[in-house]
């Protein structure tokens, strides 16, 4: 099981507390929004569960490091790929200013 089903999970209203399973461990936590702590959960579990069937390894804490470090390799290249993409939409949308800005003075020296 991955996360506990919504209707098993446990909440507690005040502090928006929720009970969640990662590889078979059981976590309360605590957040702003429960329904996405329990997405997070899910990802995490499946990504130790990923680790532990692609290994010989039983060690839970060597899997919840070697499952951190491949979400950590996923959100780097997630970030290298936003930084590449939106430097180059920073240059086009530069050389576009740059345009319109010689454009105006191009006028105002006419003028």
């Known amino acids: 099981m991955a996360t506990m ?6 909440r507690d209203p005040q502090n928006a507390s929720v009970r969640v399973e990662i590889f078979d461990q059981a976590y309360n936590l605590r957040g702003s929004d429960p329904e996405y702590i329990l997405k997070l959960a899910d990802y995490v579990d499946g990504k130790m569960r990923a680790v532990a069937q692609a290994t010989s390894t ?3 804490a060597r899997l919840a490091v ?13 970030k290298r790929q936003h930084e590449k993409n939106g430097n180059t939409e920073y240059l086009k949308r530069a050389h576009r200013l740059s345009h319109a800005l010689d454009e105006v003075l191009d006028e105002k020296s006419r003028s």
């Open 58 to 60: 039983v060690d839970t």
């Open 66 to 78: 070697l499952a951190a470090l491949n979400i950590a390799d996923e959100y780097h290249i997630l």
């Open 5 to 10: 089903p919504k209707e098993q999970a446990v």
